[in-house]
């Protein structure tokens, strides 16, 4: 199903109507340009900030789809790219433009230079000299949420509780859920309720803290800062590529299966 930008601003309305007096701050999404030009025409004074999770997707897609799949898995040069691309959103927003510059420079270290530079003007065009998707909106640097990986994973719960369901026990459904989230509100309010994480994924947050803190302190430099946080991203990546669906949004889909702890 194909959204346009009316459709996401009428539902966009309905809910600000349903919600009422209920301020906006903030909105995380993925990078649907519908949906990013819908929000900033109706709720033009949010903070609007990107995915993190569907960032490194969008660059993974691209990787794959210009040919360098074999690169990344035997070039180092290659690999340290790719991961360094991803990593950027983690670096302070005043250097990004300036460890990019720096990047641009290491493709001629790299196996395959001429699908590297078009990797690299992708993202120069799409990430950096772009007024929709424009850094400001995508960097993530000591934030601690950085995607909507929970409400997309309530949104799978979901779907999956409303698999083939009548209209009538899907409505049940709908109303049992529209409780509990009432429910959860109040248990947030007053701090009962807090996110699940595996021990690995605490012990990497804890790590991704401790370079930022050593950036904050003055001990690394920006460039060694992404250095070390695209060495988070795990070298070892499983590589998915279906023939018949390479325009899926879903962002559990296994078209890219992306093996990272950041």
């Not at 209209?167 to 429910?183: K, P, Q, S």
């Amino acid at each position: 199903m194909i959204w346009h930008r009316k459709d996401y601003e009428a539902v966009l309305k309905r809910l600000l109507a349903l919600v009422g007096s209920t301020e906006v701050v903030e909105v995380v999404t993925d990078f649907e340009a519908a949906l990013w030009l819908a929000v900033r025409s109706v709720l033009p004074r949010v903070n609007l900030c990107g995915c993190y999770f569907h960032f490194t997707q969008a660059i993974f897609k691209k990787v794959q789809k210009i040919g360098l799949k074999d690169a990344y898995v035997t070039d180092p040069g290659t690999r340290e790219l790719c991961k360094s691309l991803m990593a950027l959103p983690l670096v302070p927003l005043e250097y990004i433009l300036t460890v990019f510059d720096q990047l641009v420079v290491e493709v001629e270290k790299t196996d395959d230079i001429t699908k590297c530079k078009e990797l690299v003007e992708y993202f120069r065009k799409t990430w950096l000299h772009t007024t929709l998707f424009c850094k400001e909106h995508w960097c993530w640097f000591n934030q601690s949420i950085r995607t909507n990986n929970d409400v997309e994973g309530w949104h799978t719960k979901l779907n999956r509780k409303g698999a083939k369901l009548s209209l009538y026990d899907l409505i049940r459904v709908l109303g049992r859920e529209a409780n509990d989230v009432n429910t959860t509100v109040e248990l947030v309010r007053h701090e009962r309720l807090s996110r699940k994480q595996t021990f690995k994924t605490k012990a990497c947050e804890k790590t991704i803290n401790e370079f930022w803190q050593s950036y904050i302190a003055q001990e690394i430099g920006p460039r060694r800062l992404l250095f070390k946080l695209s060495n988070k991203m795990k070298p070892s990546v499983t590589w998915v590529f279906p023939t018949d669906h390479d325009n899926a949004e879903d962002p559990h889909h296994d078209q890219v299966n992306l093996k990272t702890s950041i």
